[in-house]
Protein backbone atom coordinates (compact mmCIF):
# COMPACT_ATOMS: atom_id res chain seq x y z
CA UNK A 1 0.00 0.00 0.00
CA UNK A 2 1.20 3.27 -0.87
CA UNK A 3 1.04 6.15 1.45
CA UNK A 4 2.01 8.79 -1.38
CA UNK A 5 -0.77 10.93 -2.44
CA UNK A 6 -2.17 10.16 -5.68
CA UNK A 7 -2.97 12.82 -8.50
CA UNK A 8 -5.68 12.45 -11.31
CA UNK A 9 -5.32 14.93 -13.97
CA UNK A 10 -8.80 15.25 -15.57
CA UNK A 11 -9.33 16.44 -19.21
CA UNK A 12 -12.90 16.96 -20.02
CA UNK A 13 -12.84 16.92 -24.36
CA UNK A 14 -15.07 17.64 -27.03
CA UNK A 15 -14.27 17.20 -30.61
CA UNK A 16 -10.41 18.36 -29.59
CA UNK A 17 -8.33 15.75 -31.74
CA UNK A 18 -6.64 18.66 -32.82
CA UNK A 19 -5.13 19.64 -29.51
CA UNK A 20 -6.26 16.58 -27.31
CA UNK A 21 -2.69 15.15 -28.06
CA UNK A 22 -0.37 18.13 -27.76
CA UNK A 23 -2.43 18.88 -24.17
CA UNK A 24 -1.55 15.10 -23.32
CA UNK A 25 2.34 15.38 -23.71
CA UNK A 26 2.49 18.17 -21.82
CA UNK A 27 0.96 17.17 -19.09
CA UNK A 28 3.41 13.98 -19.36
CA UNK A 29 6.69 16.40 -19.11
CA UNK A 30 5.57 19.11 -16.95
CA UNK A 31 3.08 17.13 -14.84
CA UNK A 32 4.22 13.55 -14.43
CA UNK A 33 3.18 12.81 -10.99
CA UNK A 34 -0.67 13.47 -12.62
CA UNK A 35 -2.70 10.06 -13.90
CA UNK A 36 -4.23 11.50 -16.68
CA UNK A 37 -8.00 10.58 -17.81
CA UNK A 38 -9.69 11.80 -20.97
CA UNK A 39 -13.31 12.67 -20.73
CA UNK A 40 -14.76 12.39 -24.48
CA UNK A 41 -17.67 13.88 -23.93
CA UNK A 42 -19.29 12.16 -27.02
CA UNK A 43 -17.23 13.41 -29.55
CA UNK A 44 -18.19 13.37 -33.34
CA UNK A 45 -13.92 13.05 -34.05
CA UNK A 46 -11.46 10.75 -33.22
CA UNK A 47 -10.73 12.55 -29.81
CA UNK A 48 -10.77 9.15 -28.16
CA UNK A 49 -8.60 7.20 -30.16
CA UNK A 50 -5.97 9.73 -30.10
CA UNK A 51 -6.04 10.06 -26.28
CA UNK A 52 -5.70 6.32 -26.38
CA UNK A 53 -3.18 6.21 -28.43
CA UNK A 54 -1.51 9.25 -26.68
CA UNK A 55 -1.37 6.13 -23.17
CA UNK A 56 -4.66 8.38 -21.43
CA UNK A 57 -7.24 6.22 -19.60
CA UNK A 58 -10.42 7.36 -21.63
CA UNK A 59 -14.26 7.66 -20.26
CA UNK A 60 -16.06 7.38 -23.61
CA UNK A 61 -19.89 9.10 -22.71
CA UNK A 62 -21.97 7.47 -25.11
CA UNK A 63 -23.53 10.97 -25.79
CA UNK A 64 -22.82 14.89 -25.39
CA UNK A 65 -23.53 15.66 -21.46
CA UNK A 66 -22.13 19.31 -21.77
CA UNK A 67 -19.36 20.06 -19.28
CA UNK A 68 -20.56 19.90 -16.15
CA UNK A 69 -21.63 16.23 -16.76
CA UNK A 70 -18.39 15.43 -18.03
CA UNK A 71 -16.39 16.48 -15.32
CA UNK A 72 -18.40 15.11 -12.50
CA UNK A 73 -18.05 11.57 -14.56
CA UNK A 74 -13.85 12.55 -13.74
CA UNK A 75 -15.33 13.12 -9.90
CA UNK A 76 -16.81 9.94 -9.95
CA UNK A 77 -13.83 8.44 -11.33
CA UNK A 78 -11.67 9.43 -9.14
CA UNK A 79 -13.67 9.25 -6.30
CA UNK A 80 -14.14 5.50 -6.68
CA UNK A 81 -10.61 5.00 -8.07
CA UNK A 82 -9.59 6.89 -4.11
CA UNK A 83 -7.33 9.43 -5.98
CA UNK A 84 -6.46 12.41 -2.98
CA UNK A 85 -6.27 15.21 -5.91
CA UNK A 86 -7.98 15.74 -8.62
CA UNK A 87 -7.73 18.20 -11.11
CA UNK A 88 -9.45 19.89 -14.34
CA UNK A 89 -7.29 20.63 -17.54
CA UNK A 90 -9.40 21.72 -20.37
CA UNK A 91 -8.54 19.35 -23.87
CA UNK A 92 -8.50 22.47 -25.79
CA UNK A 93 -5.34 23.49 -24.34
CA UNK A 94 -5.80 26.73 -22.46
CA UNK A 95 -4.66 25.23 -19.23
CA UNK A 96 -0.46 24.86 -18.64
CA UNK A 97 -0.29 21.52 -17.18
CA UNK A 98 3.51 23.37 -15.79
CA UNK A 99 1.06 25.71 -13.55
CA UNK A 100 -0.44 22.48 -11.99
CA UNK A 101 2.61 22.42 -9.38
CA UNK A 102 1.61 25.72 -8.39
CA UNK A 103 -2.09 24.07 -7.62
CA UNK A 104 -0.46 21.60 -5.52
CA UNK A 105 1.77 23.89 -3.33
CA UNK A 106 -1.24 26.15 -2.74
CA UNK A 107 -3.17 22.98 -1.53
CA UNK A 108 -0.53 21.98 0.88
CA UNK A 109 -0.12 25.31 2.56
CA UNK A 110 -1.80 27.09 5.00
CA UNK A 111 -4.81 27.94 4.83
CA UNK A 112 -5.58 24.25 3.66
CA UNK A 113 -7.94 24.74 1.08
CA UNK A 114 -10.28 22.41 -0.24
CA UNK A 115 -10.44 23.39 -3.64
CA UNK A 116 -7.53 25.83 -5.04
CA UNK A 117 -8.74 27.99 -8.29
CA UNK A 118 -5.87 28.70 -11.37
CA UNK A 119 -7.24 32.36 -11.88
CA UNK A 120 -6.32 34.42 -15.10
CA UNK A 121 -7.17 37.58 -13.49
CA UNK A 122 -4.33 37.83 -10.46
CA UNK A 123 -0.96 37.32 -12.21
CA UNK A 124 0.64 40.69 -13.02
CA UNK A 125 1.24 40.09 -16.77
CA UNK A 126 -2.29 40.09 -17.41
CA UNK A 127 -2.93 40.18 -20.75
CA UNK A 128 -5.40 37.33 -21.30
CA UNK A 129 -7.29 37.25 -24.57
CA UNK A 130 -11.40 37.38 -23.57
CA UNK A 131 -14.02 38.44 -25.89
CA UNK A 132 -15.38 41.58 -23.73
CA UNK A 133 -18.94 39.60 -23.83
CA UNK A 134 -17.54 37.13 -21.67
CA UNK A 135 -15.28 39.25 -19.79
CA UNK A 136 -18.27 41.12 -18.74
CA UNK A 137 -20.32 37.68 -17.42
CA UNK A 138 -17.22 37.05 -15.66
CA UNK A 139 -17.37 40.13 -13.62
CA UNK A 140 -20.72 40.10 -13.21
CA UNK A 141 -20.34 36.60 -11.63
CA UNK A 142 -17.23 37.79 -9.79
CA UNK A 143 -18.90 40.49 -8.11
CA UNK A 144 -21.58 38.31 -6.96
CA UNK A 145 -19.73 35.30 -5.68
CA UNK A 146 -17.18 37.90 -3.98
CA UNK A 147 -20.60 39.22 -2.14
CA UNK A 148 -22.19 35.90 -1.50
CA UNK A 149 -18.80 34.03 0.11
CA UNK A 150 -17.85 37.25 1.61
CA UNK A 151 -14.13 36.53 -0.06
CA UNK A 152 -12.59 37.43 -3.34
CA UNK A 153 -13.30 35.65 -5.94
CA UNK A 154 -11.65 37.23 -9.28
CA UNK A 155 -12.14 34.53 -11.37
CA UNK A 156 -15.47 32.29 -11.27
CA UNK A 157 -15.34 30.74 -14.58
CA UNK A 158 -11.59 29.47 -14.42
CA UNK A 159 -11.83 25.27 -14.60
CA UNK A 160 -8.36 25.34 -13.86
CA UNK A 161 -8.55 23.47 -10.61
CA UNK A 162 -7.48 21.13 -8.35
CA UNK A 163 -9.76 19.43 -5.17
CA UNK A 164 -9.03 17.61 -2.38
CA UNK A 165 -10.50 14.27 -1.04
CA UNK A 166 -13.71 15.87 0.77
CA UNK A 167 -13.93 18.29 -2.83
CA UNK A 168 -14.18 15.32 -4.71
CA UNK A 169 -16.43 13.67 -2.83
CA UNK A 170 -19.22 16.36 -2.46
CA UNK A 171 -18.75 17.06 -6.70
CA UNK A 172 -18.75 13.27 -7.61
CA UNK A 173 -22.42 13.50 -5.43
CA UNK A 174 -23.86 16.55 -6.84
CA UNK A 175 -22.09 18.81 -9.52
CA UNK A 176 -23.53 21.79 -11.77
CA UNK A 177 -24.83 21.26 -15.67
CA UNK A 178 -23.54 23.71 -17.82
CA UNK A 179 -20.90 26.75 -16.48
CA UNK A 180 -20.46 24.45 -13.64
CA UNK A 181 -17.86 26.20 -12.13
CA UNK A 182 -19.51 29.29 -10.75
CA UNK A 183 -22.09 27.09 -9.10
CA UNK A 184 -19.53 25.07 -7.32
CA UNK A 185 -18.09 27.72 -5.65
CA UNK A 186 -21.29 28.91 -4.13
CA UNK A 187 -21.72 24.83 -3.04
CA UNK A 188 -18.74 25.18 -1.54
CA UNK A 189 -19.05 27.60 0.73
CA UNK A 190 -22.69 26.54 1.37
CA UNK A 191 -20.71 23.04 2.55
CA UNK A 192 -18.16 24.79 4.17
CA UNK A 193 -15.82 23.98 2.13
CA UNK A 194 -12.65 26.58 1.69
CA UNK A 195 -11.31 27.30 -1.77
CA UNK A 196 -8.36 29.58 -2.45
CA UNK A 197 -7.04 31.43 -5.85
CA UNK A 198 -3.85 31.83 -7.01
CA UNK A 199 -2.38 33.02 -10.41
CA UNK A 200 -1.89 31.49 -13.28
CA UNK A 201 -0.93 31.68 -16.77
CA UNK A 202 -3.15 30.58 -19.37
CA UNK A 203 -3.70 30.27 -23.19
CA UNK A 204 -6.37 31.60 -25.68
CA UNK A 205 -7.88 28.29 -27.15
CA UNK A 206 -5.53 26.15 -29.16
CA UNK A 207 -8.02 24.78 -31.44
CA UNK A 208 -12.02 23.75 -31.74
CA UNK A 209 -14.66 25.69 -30.19
CA UNK A 210 -15.50 26.67 -26.90
CA UNK A 211 -18.15 25.08 -25.42
CA UNK A 212 -19.66 28.60 -24.64
CA UNK A 213 -20.05 30.80 -27.63
CA UNK A 214 -20.36 34.46 -27.72
CA UNK A 215 -24.22 34.90 -29.00
CA UNK A 216 -25.24 31.76 -25.96
CA UNK A 217 -23.15 34.01 -23.74
CA UNK A 218 -25.85 35.49 -22.57
CA UNK A 219 -27.95 32.83 -22.25
CA UNK A 220 -25.58 31.00 -20.16
CA UNK A 221 -25.27 33.89 -17.99
CA UNK A 222 -29.00 34.39 -17.29
CA UNK A 223 -29.49 31.06 -16.60
CA UNK A 224 -26.31 30.95 -14.18
CA UNK A 225 -27.75 34.10 -12.29
CA UNK A 226 -30.77 32.05 -11.98
CA UNK A 227 -29.11 28.94 -10.66
CA UNK A 228 -27.13 31.42 -8.18
CA UNK A 229 -30.21 32.62 -7.07
CA UNK A 230 -32.04 29.49 -6.25
CA UNK A 231 -29.16 28.14 -4.86
CA UNK A 232 -29.23 30.78 -2.19
CA UNK A 233 -33.60 30.38 -1.21
CA UNK A 234 -32.11 26.38 -1.09
CA UNK A 235 -32.06 25.23 2.35
CA UNK A 236 -27.92 25.63 3.47
CA UNK A 237 -26.71 21.92 4.08
CA UNK A 238 -24.51 21.83 6.76
CA UNK A 239 -22.55 18.55 6.14
CA UNK A 240 -20.25 17.08 8.25
CA UNK A 241 -16.88 15.54 5.83
CA UNK A 242 -18.77 12.58 5.07
CA UNK A 243 -22.34 12.72 4.85
CA UNK A 244 -24.34 12.66 2.19
CA UNK A 245 -25.03 15.53 -0.09
CA UNK A 246 -27.98 16.08 -1.43
CA UNK A 247 -28.38 15.07 -4.91
CA UNK A 248 -31.63 15.01 -7.47
CA UNK A 249 -30.45 12.20 -9.68
CA UNK A 250 -29.69 9.56 -7.34
CA UNK A 251 -32.84 9.31 -5.37
CA UNK A 252 -35.36 8.83 -8.13
CA UNK A 253 -38.37 10.63 -7.09
CA UNK B 1 -76.05 26.65 -20.25
CA UNK B 2 -76.79 26.11 -23.46
CA UNK B 3 -77.55 22.00 -24.43
CA UNK B 4 -75.57 21.81 -27.23
CA UNK B 5 -72.38 22.96 -25.42
CA UNK B 6 -72.85 20.90 -22.30
CA UNK B 7 -72.94 17.64 -24.72
CA UNK B 8 -69.74 18.90 -26.71
CA UNK B 9 -68.10 19.22 -23.29
CA UNK B 10 -69.25 15.80 -22.00
CA UNK B 11 -68.65 13.85 -24.89
CA UNK B 12 -65.15 15.54 -25.31
CA UNK B 13 -64.48 14.49 -21.49
CA UNK B 14 -65.69 11.41 -21.88
CA UNK B 15 -63.93 10.66 -24.67
CA UNK B 16 -60.62 12.18 -22.62
CA UNK B 17 -61.27 9.64 -20.04
CA UNK B 18 -61.80 6.53 -21.74
CA UNK B 19 -59.15 7.09 -24.04
CA UNK B 20 -56.55 7.53 -21.15
CA UNK B 21 -57.77 4.61 -19.58
CA UNK B 22 -57.56 2.58 -22.62
CA UNK B 23 -53.61 3.46 -22.85
CA UNK B 24 -52.92 2.25 -19.43
CA UNK B 25 -55.05 -0.81 -19.92
CA UNK B 26 -52.23 -1.26 -23.13
CA UNK B 27 -49.82 -0.30 -20.74
CA UNK B 28 -49.06 2.99 -23.17
CA UNK B 29 -49.42 4.81 -20.43
CA UNK B 30 -47.77 4.16 -16.83
CA UNK B 31 -49.85 4.54 -13.68
CA UNK B 32 -48.35 7.19 -12.21
CA UNK B 33 -48.87 9.62 -14.84
CA UNK B 34 -52.24 8.72 -16.00
CA UNK B 35 -53.23 9.47 -11.93
CA UNK B 36 -53.18 13.73 -13.60
CA UNK B 37 -54.99 12.80 -16.72
CA UNK B 38 -57.48 10.46 -14.86
CA UNK B 39 -58.32 13.39 -12.64
CA UNK B 40 -58.18 16.10 -14.92
CA UNK B 41 -60.64 13.80 -17.12
CA UNK B 42 -63.22 12.94 -13.77
CA UNK B 43 -63.32 16.64 -12.63
CA UNK B 44 -64.81 17.46 -16.53
CA UNK B 45 -66.61 14.80 -16.96
CA UNK B 46 -68.37 15.54 -13.76
CA UNK B 47 -68.91 19.45 -14.02
CA UNK B 48 -70.11 19.13 -17.36
CA UNK B 49 -73.25 16.96 -16.47
CA UNK B 50 -73.64 18.11 -13.09
CA UNK B 51 -75.30 22.02 -14.25
CA UNK B 52 -76.14 23.25 -10.90
CA UNK B 53 -72.39 22.27 -9.87
CA UNK B 54 -70.84 24.16 -12.57
CA UNK B 55 -72.82 27.11 -12.36
CA UNK B 56 -72.01 27.19 -8.68
CA UNK B 57 -68.26 26.84 -9.26
CA UNK B 58 -68.49 29.72 -11.66
CA UNK B 59 -70.36 31.75 -9.67
CA UNK B 60 -67.67 31.41 -6.95
CA UNK B 61 -64.55 32.45 -9.57
CA UNK B 62 -66.89 34.75 -10.57
CA UNK B 63 -67.08 33.85 -14.42
CA UNK B 64 -70.43 34.85 -15.75
CA UNK B 65 -70.93 32.05 -18.70
CA UNK B 66 -70.62 29.13 -17.16
CA UNK B 67 -68.49 26.73 -20.09
CA UNK B 68 -66.25 29.77 -19.78
CA UNK B 69 -65.51 28.44 -15.83
CA UNK B 70 -65.24 24.82 -17.95
CA UNK B 71 -62.55 26.21 -20.49
CA UNK B 72 -60.76 27.92 -17.16
CA UNK B 73 -60.47 24.68 -15.34
CA UNK B 74 -59.52 22.54 -18.08
CA UNK B 75 -56.53 25.33 -18.93
CA UNK B 76 -55.91 25.07 -15.22
CA UNK B 77 -55.28 21.33 -15.50
CA UNK B 78 -53.33 21.43 -18.93
CA UNK B 79 -51.17 23.99 -16.67
CA UNK B 80 -50.72 21.59 -14.07
CA UNK B 81 -49.91 18.89 -16.42
CA UNK B 82 -47.17 20.61 -18.40
CA UNK B 83 -45.62 21.22 -15.29
CA UNK B 84 -45.69 17.67 -14.03
CA UNK B 85 -44.01 16.81 -17.41
CA UNK B 86 -41.28 19.42 -16.89
CA UNK B 87 -40.47 18.11 -13.57
CA UNK B 88 -40.80 14.54 -15.22
CA UNK B 89 -38.02 15.26 -17.96
CA UNK B 90 -35.91 16.88 -15.18
CA UNK B 91 -35.54 13.96 -13.55
CA UNK B 92 -35.16 11.58 -16.70
CA UNK B 93 -32.89 13.79 -17.93
CA UNK B 94 -30.72 13.56 -14.27
CA UNK B 95 -31.12 9.93 -14.45
CA UNK B 96 -30.06 9.64 -18.17
CA UNK B 97 -27.06 11.74 -17.11
CA UNK B 98 -25.85 9.41 -14.40
CA UNK B 99 -26.78 6.11 -16.42
CA UNK B 100 -24.20 7.41 -19.33
CA UNK B 101 -21.74 8.42 -16.19
CA UNK B 102 -22.13 5.07 -14.95
CA UNK B 103 -21.70 3.48 -18.60
CA UNK B 104 -19.03 4.99 -19.43
CA UNK B 105 -16.60 4.19 -16.45
CA UNK B 106 -18.15 0.74 -17.09
CA UNK B 107 -16.77 0.39 -20.36
CA UNK B 108 -13.66 1.93 -19.15
CA UNK B 109 -13.38 -0.26 -16.60
CA UNK B 110 -13.41 -3.30 -18.81
CA UNK B 111 -11.30 -2.18 -22.06
CA UNK B 112 -8.68 -1.31 -19.29
CA UNK B 113 -8.97 -5.23 -17.47
CA UNK B 114 -8.95 -6.09 -21.11
CA UNK B 115 -5.88 -4.43 -21.96
CA UNK B 116 -3.95 -5.80 -18.84
CA UNK B 117 -4.96 -9.80 -18.76
CA UNK B 118 -5.22 -11.35 -15.78
CA UNK B 119 -2.35 -10.84 -13.05
CA UNK B 120 -3.96 -12.85 -10.64
CA UNK B 121 -4.69 -10.85 -6.95
CA UNK B 122 -2.89 -7.58 -8.32
CA UNK B 123 -5.98 -7.17 -11.04
CA UNK B 124 -8.65 -8.14 -8.38
CA UNK B 125 -7.25 -5.40 -5.80
CA UNK B 126 -7.28 -2.92 -7.95
CA UNK B 127 -10.75 -3.42 -9.30
CA UNK B 128 -12.56 -4.20 -6.16
CA UNK B 129 -12.87 -0.85 -4.03
CA UNK B 130 -15.27 0.73 -6.17
CA UNK B 131 -17.92 -0.99 -4.31
CA UNK B 132 -17.13 0.79 -1.13
CA UNK B 133 -16.54 4.16 -2.83
CA UNK B 134 -12.53 5.00 -1.04
CA UNK B 135 -9.87 3.54 -3.28
CA UNK B 136 -7.32 1.36 -1.59
CA UNK B 137 -4.79 4.33 -2.38
CA UNK B 138 -6.67 6.39 -0.01
CA UNK B 139 -4.73 8.90 2.09
CA UNK B 140 -6.48 11.33 4.41
CA UNK B 141 -6.10 14.66 3.14
CA UNK B 142 -7.30 16.96 5.86
Redo the contacts between chains.
Keep these: MSTEPSYLAVVPAYNESMTIARVLQALQERAPRFDVLVVDDGSTDDTAAVAERAGARVLKLPFNLGIGGAVQSGFVFARDHGYDFMSQVDGDGQHEPGELEKLVCAMGAPPWPDMVCGSRFLSDDFHYPTPVSRRTGIHVFATLLSWIVSARVSDPTSGFRLYNRRAIQLFARDYPHDYPEVEAVLMLHHHRLAMREIPVRMYARGGGVSSISNGKSAYYMVKVLLALLVGLARRRPVVDPGDRAPVAAEQGV | MAARVQLVAIIGAVILLFVVLEMVRRRRLMERYALLWLLCALVLVGLASWRSGLLHVSRVIGIIYPPNALFFIAFGFVLLLLLHFSTAV ?2 LS ?2 T ?2 L ?2 R ?3 L ?2 RVS ?1 AERRPAMGEEADEEFE ?2 AS ?10
Aim: aromatic fraction near 4%; charged fraction near 30%; charge should be neutral.
Design positions: SRDQKVAQLALEEHPVGHGRRFVSSD
